[in-house]
DNA sequence: TTCCCGATGACAACCGATTGCCAAATGTTG
DNA sequence: CAACATTTGGCAATCGGTTGTCATCGGGAA
């Protein structure tokens, strides 16, 4: 930890490494990346050297010379949905640890600026893990054979992949809903281009079929709180008891709005979120949602981006990655009203 | 939008274009980047080529040659703290806007953190931001010498800084519970680290002397809504009947607490928050709190940083920039209850 | 026609690392 | 002591651009 010369307020380089050894600049460079590469004693002095000046590598000219960037694009739709929150801080641990960098790109739910960050980040980084991919299967897969990609929430063959399994747990919802008493059911259902929401409608209405209750599906809504008060009175209208919304956010959006036209939550309408976000647990009531381990969603896609840049490390790397989803059940389901 | 050559799957670099043309390198360079040092015409075929290729320019090469990254760095102490969310947004915008790339990193509430990740950005970025420094003034003052930094709620002399003004706001929330009748008050505080804690205490210290009320200090309490526990029983022993927190995460926290130990809000204690964030406007009783132009202080921010980078522009460019703060009314604030 | 000057484009050095290749130094063996 | 195997360290090319310097070309003025 020695005190660096006052007003040497460039950066070191190899450079000055090695001239202040008396090595060459080569030789610096294998002493601190190739091991055995070197005298253990040059070495050590290259190294007493680069402490002393405080030398910290340039990532720019690694990566130019190497080809390897050391940096990860993580590609989300909107930054400011809570639902990425958890999942960008287990990306970013997991990166962190790795010694990688994490570049963060909000594609504001567009696949034209979706497909431009990843052509973007295709000479910028080493590898590109999207969520929830607005690309079709095509783009994806085409993407994916240029870069080393893992797709969050976006299942195309072809394409590593980690998805949190919400079908199933739209299925728990379902039969919590129906031992409650419900069977006018509707689903609220996100984004026509999100594959989640066609999963998931695809799971609720073949369970709906096999235990013979009504669950219609309406919107499409975007998944943000205010276009809940359009989903609640469209829930409102089409004159169901119970609720399941693509995510939280339309759901706790629906709470606010059915408070203000004096529909009681569960009372008079259940609501079912998904995603357990921040705020689903102190909203008013508090949300009935199907809960999921987001942050570690984070982490394995990671340890899957790796997998695919050392190949040399553990033979096998799972090619997709499917994450548990429970129901956890607070004060917005009840029992259906039996006197409206 | 020509088609690339099938095959072709490693990107065109300037090379390539200049191979195309018959010119050389430089010549491509600068036609792309001089406008006026190329003939037009040269300069139309270079561009032509240069579309037909689909080329981009390798951001990494360009910064070793240049020296200039076209990346800022936008340093935050917790990802997942809500507050950050539209301030990340508006950076993020801004930059993008003015070609630049961010770089968010998490500091982990980390004063050697933060350190570390300035240094690493130094070479890697063209600008920082940093928001709630949790470096002392003089290692903030000495970053700032070796890199443009604009500081978001951190004011030292010597730095650039956007300040949200949250201490004025703070009488005027003062002001709202004397209205209400309240005269026992608590200040539920942040960090001891944080400037923004101790410049709020002292404003609202000075106010609550002014105006003869009994104001009292409690905690500190880290921001996170875990911590609303301790403050609330904090805040229920001390005997007052309003409290003011840190933040609304603190805030929220205490909403949780009191309700489990079956303390009415407002009727028993009024809560006032700090930061309108996502979610204060939907808990239970929603929030009263001091809400500002957060986003805006992200683009604003940028905005200073850019004036700094390119000082050719406008002339003055303004080192410091005062966000204005106002108190938002919700349900968690009435009268304090005569006959407890 | 001659001279001069500005516009233009090419050459080459350089940014800070990595890496292939080879020479020097070392140690081992016959 | 010579021949050989094995480290070890240095030279130089390379990544993809930027930029200083200079030669060349053309046109206008005297």
Chains 1, 2 share one sequence.
């Not at 982490?299 to 429970?326: C, D, E």
Request: aromatic share 4%; charged share 20%.
């Amino acid at each position: 930890m020695a005190m660096q010369a006052a007003g040497t307020d460039r950066p070191a380089t190899i450079h000055d490494i090695a001239a202040l050894c008396g090595v060459a600049a080569s030789t610096v460079s294998r002493a601190l990346s190739t091991p055995g590469r070197v005298n253990i004693r040059t070495r050590a002095r290259i190294e007493a050297a680069a402490a002393e000046l405080n030398y910290t590598p340039n990532s720019q000219a690694k990566a130019l010379s190497s080809g390897r960037t050391g940096a990860v694009g993580v590609l989300v739709p909107d930054i400011t949905n809570p639902f990425y929150f958890d999942l960008i801080r287990g990306t970013q641990l997991q990166l962190k640890a790795a010694g990688y960098t994490q570049l963060l790109v909000d594609t504001e739910e567009s696949d034209e600026v979706e497909a431009s960050s990843m052509e973007q980040l295709r000479k910028s980084a080493d590898g590109i893990i999207v969520t929830a991919s607005r690309l079709s299967d095509e783009a994806l897969l085409a993407a994916a054979a240029k870069v080393p990609i893992v797709a969050i929430n976006r299942d195309v063959v072809g394409v590593p992949a980690v998805v949190i399994d919400t079908p199933s747990a739209t299925s728990q919802a379902l039969d919590h809903l129906i031992s409650l008493g419900h069977t006018r059911i509707a689903y609220m259902a996100g984004p026509i281009t999100s594959q989640s929401s066609t999963l998931r409608w695809n799971a609720l209405a073949a369970a709906a079929e096999d235990r013979g209750v009504d669950v219609r599906r309406l919107g499409p809504f975007a998944p943000k709180t205010q276009s809940g008060a359009a989903a609640a009175d469209a829930a409102v209208h089409s004159g169901v008891t119970a609720c399941i919304a693509f995510n939280d956010l339309i759901a706790i959006g629906m709470l606010q709005r059915l408070r203000e036209r004096g529909i009681r939550v569960p009372e008079d309408m259940s609501v079912v979120g998904c995603d357990d976000i921040f705020g689903a647990d102190f909203c008013n009531p508090p949300l009935t949602t199907m809960a999921s381990p987001i942050e570690q969603a984070g982490r394995v896609a990671v340890s899957m981006l790796l997998a695919q840049l050392n190949p040399l490390a553990g033979g096998g790397s799972r090619s997709r990655s499917l994450m548990p989803t429970h129901l956890t059940v607070r004060g917005s389901t009840g029992p259906v009203n039996a006197a409206p």
